[in-house]
């Protein structure tokens, strides 16, 4: 009988037991279920978050490349601004200097200037080309010397420059220096208009002149007329004329002149005479230009 109550007991217990057991399993589950939907929730934000970051990165990126892009045309812009002053500058002082700029005051050309004579020392000169390029007398000593005086405008000097520039070339190894200067105030239009357009000689009547006929030898330009005023204009049949040709020896002794257009021959003969200290017949034509 007390082992049946026993037994009783132990079942009572064994139920209990199982039922506690059974509650217990049923709580973990719960747990666990919940736990689940926890963590799914949190990838769900991880995953909401990431995207986010994502469109964030893209986004800036996006408006770094606008950014970017904006900045690159603005400066393509202001470069392009900024050739195209120079180009306009560049081109109004090209303009300036080597169209419109006079070279010369006419104001200070001597009339008449005074001439040289043949046997009298030739006055030193300090005169440069267009490029600042200075040439004196006194450098060219124990050279025989051909100094034209010229005119841009004047169809004789222009038609001299085919007999100078055969000079050069024949007299060069004999130490001759030739130099062109300057002695009329006017443009290379002058005498095409009848004497009308007085506009003064600029840098591109002188780069006409010098690449129009070829010339090689230096033409030198002083503002005032300095050079021009002491070697002065020859006289011929019709005045003073364009050219005028004066030939020195080495020591700077006036051994012949001329005005007007004059044969290679001739001159080539007072070059030679120049050389040998001797002194030739001056010259004179009636192909001479005259202001």
């Not at 030739?280 to 192909?287: L, R």
């Amino acid at each position: 009988m007390a082992q049946r109550k026993n037994q009783g007991r132990t079942g009572a217990s064994t139920t209990k037991t199982g039922g506690a057991r059974a509650t217990g399993n049923g709580a973990n589950g719960a747990n666990r279920v919940a736990a689940a939907r926890a963590s799914t929730a949190e990838t769900a934000r991880e995953e909401r978050n990431r995207a986010t970051g994502r469109r964030a990165r893209a986004r800036i990126a996006q408006e770094q490349a606008a950014r970017r892009r904006r900045l690159g045309i603005i400066a393509g812009t202001v470069t392009a601004v900024v050739i195209a002053a120079i180009i306009i500058a560049t081109v109004v002082l090209n303009q300036s200097s080597g169209q419109t700029a006079a070279l010369v005051d006419p104001a200070a050309l001597s009339s008449p200037p005074t001439q040289l004579a043949i046997g009298s020392k030739a006055p030193n000169f300090d005169s440069a080309t267009i490029d600042g390029k200075h040439y004196t007398l006194a450098g060219q000593h124990g050279h025989p010397v051909l100094m034209e005086m010229f005119a841009i405008w004047c169809p004789h000097c222009q038609a001299e420059t085919a007999v100078l520039n055969q000079l050069d070339k024949s007299y060069a190894s004999k130490g001759l220096r030739s130099f062109s200067v300057l002695s009329s105030p006017y443009g290379k239009d002058f005498e095409t208009s009848n004497q009308t357009d007085t506009r003064l000689a600029g840098k591109s009547d002188i780069n006409f002149f010098k690449n129009t006929f070829n010339v090689a030898h230096p033409i030198l330009v002083d503002r005032d007329f300095a050079t021009a005023n002491k070697y002065g204009l020859v006289n011929g049949p019709g005045g003073q004329g364009f050219p005028s040709i004066y030939i020195l020896d080495g020591n700077g002794i006036v051994r012949y002149r001329s005005t007007a257009e004059v044969p290679y021959a001739d001159l080539a003969k007072a070059v030679d005479a120049a050389i040998k200290g001797q002194s030739t017949q001056s010259t004179s034509s009636t192909k001479a230009s005259h202001r």
